[in-house]
């Protein structure tokens, strides 16, 4: 090993100034001293190669030594003094770093590799910091000059300032105790609950029997062909969610503006048509139904946004806002595919798509709250004789399946049938499936729906089979005022406990007019 004693060469280090004349952040003895310590412990490439890159230094020489190390590390070749100059030999740059005598020189100034990480992570921060002047700068530049259109400036501005924040977004190794404490406290917390739900609850018991409600840091896909019922879905379950369990809800609508999507789920939740919403056309009684039912929507904890073309970074920025200031708990976007990642080259849509789709799952990660996707299917189901979706009908992109932590889809076999009943003579009128086929931490199946069109309105199916019972008891009554009451046993199938609508059509009664089903 070389005399520690001898003092060595200065190395004269290139001094870079931004365009206001100023030195940029930089750390060189740092770098230097972290070059040193990589050629003389065999393992300390494993603990900086996911922190520095050939460009986080700021000397152009030590940016080329680094890249040889980086060469010998993925080739998983001893790294050393020797090995390092065979490679820069090799890269036809040993003499622009000096020759061998600055890479002697490196091994020199230090003795071991015990502070690597530290130094390196504050040549990782010199390094950030240069990104954002040179970002700054560059942007600065862009915006004085008039012939630059100012929206296609700030869209691109988003998408590099969004890359440059990636690079920040890796956590570190955690010993595995805490995070045993921190499931057994969700485990506590759940089984407190009456619910007995680990996540957020969407209203529809079969679906959180399924789920235990939807799980933070989740990305969840839901997709369906045109006219299935994908935002009335959404819609009825933060209707749920924000009306019923207060719980705080944001929606994105790249689709339809904020006064179709309030006018829909006044539909929901007044029992009055989308139609004749929209005309005002309301007879009196609807007037009053109006007025008495709209009130449990003011003061719920829903959140909209209706920017059309809303980029990734966009979301990000608009996200984390929702949750500092609102304590939003979900996060819905209808849909995926009207997003984009404007800022960014890719070579095909189906890239822009994964990058999206990768980007929410980062998102949801990083607010630790479950995030939905709506989601357009390809044309394949059309062309199949069985109309229900699978995985591989993802439009646009399979990365959106790999991403995401569950995947479903919503089917109503009435729109393809045009029939009241199914092959074995069950009653389909109003049925939606919605088919779970990727759940990445529970099981996968069909939780059946009822989907009211006039309406667009998603309801249990047990609570809607037990709407129609109460009102057919409720004629039976009114027809007979001296009979017995008969809902009990209705209700519970007879006294032999059996459900009286099992295996058969359900009975074709609706509520009279002006009469209308309970809230």
């Known amino acids: 090993m070389a005399d520690n004693n001898r003092p060595a060469k200065p190395r004269h280090t290139p001094q870079y100034t931004d365009v206001n004349g100023k030195l940029q952040p930089q750390a060189t003895e740092l770098e230097e001293m972290v070059l040193g310590a990589l050629m003389l412990e065999k393992d ?12 986080s230094f700021y000397d152009p020489r030590n940016q080329l030594i680094y890249e040889a190390i980086a060469q010998l590390g993925a080739n998983q070749r001893p790294i050393d003094m020797l090995t390092v100059v065979e490679q820069l030999r090799a890269n036809g740059t040993l003499e622009r770093v000096g020759g061998a005598v600055t890479v002697t020189e490196l091994t020199a100034r230090v003795t071991s590799a015990a502070h690597i990480e530290f130094h390196a992570r504050i040549i990782a921060q010199k390094y950030l910091a240069r990104r954002l002047i040179a970002f700054a700068s560059n942007i600065e530049g862009q915006a004085f000059d008039e012939a630059n259109d100012i929206d296609d400036l700030l869209q691109a501005a988003e998408g590099e300032l969004f890359e440059i924040s990636q690079t920040q977004l890796k956590r570190e190794v955690v010993q595995v105790d805490p995070i045993i404490s921190q499931a057994m406290q969700q485990i506590q917390a759940a089984a407190n609950r009456e619910s007995g739900l680990s996540g957020l609850p969407t209203g529809y018991t079969g679906l959180d029997a399924m789920t235990s409600g939807w799980q933070n840091s989740d990305l969840i896909i839901i997709a369906a062909r045109p006219a299935m019922g994908k935002t009335a879905f959404v819609l009825s379950m933060a209707k749920n969610m924000a009306v019923d369990f207060n719980i705080p809800v944001g929606i994105f609508s790249l689709e339809m503006s904020n006064i179709q999507l309030v006018n829909r789920m006044i539909s929901n939740v007044c029992e009055i048509k989308g139609e004749t919403i929209r005309s005002g056309r309301l007879s009196d009684h609807e007037w009053d139904q109006l007025n008495q039912r709209v009130r449990y929507l003011y003061g719920a904890p829903m959140y909209i946004d ?93 990365a959106i399946e790999q991403d995401a932590d569950f995947v479903a889809f919503i089917h109503r076999p009435e729109y393809y049938t045009h029939s009241a009943v199914d092959e074995e003579n069950n009653d389909i009128r109003g049925l939606a499936e919605f088919i779970i086929a990727k759940h990445r931490s529970g099981q996968v199946g069909t939780v059946k729906m009822r989907f009211t069109s006039q309406f667009v309105r998603f309801e249990n199916w047990d609570e809607s089979r037990r709407m129609i019972q109460t009102t057919v008891q409720s004629r039976m009554n009114t027809e007979d005022d001296a009979a017995e009451p008969a809902a009990p046993a209705l209700l519970s199938g007879g006294a032999a406990g059996a459900d009286p609508f099992a295996g058969s059509p359900m009975p074709d009664i609706m509520p009279a007019p002006g009469e209308s089903t309970p809230f």
């Open 44 to 55: 300390a490439y494993t603990t900086v190669c996911d922190l520095l890159v050939p460009d």
């Open 306 to 398: 209706e920017t059309p073309g809303l980029s990734i970074t966009e979301l990000r920025t608009k996200a984390r806002r929702l949750v500092r200031e609102h304590d939003v708990k979900i996060i819905i976007i209808d849909y995926l595919q009207l997003m984009n990642a404007t800022g960014m080259k890719f070579g095909s849509r189906e890239q822009e798509v994964s990058t999206i789709s990768r980007s929410l799952k980062a998102l949801a990660k990083e607010l630790n709250i479950p995030i939905i996707a709506l989601s357009q299917l390809n044309r394949s189901t059309t062309t199949r004789d069985d109309k229900r979706p699978i995985l591989s009908d993802l439009r646009e992109s399979g």
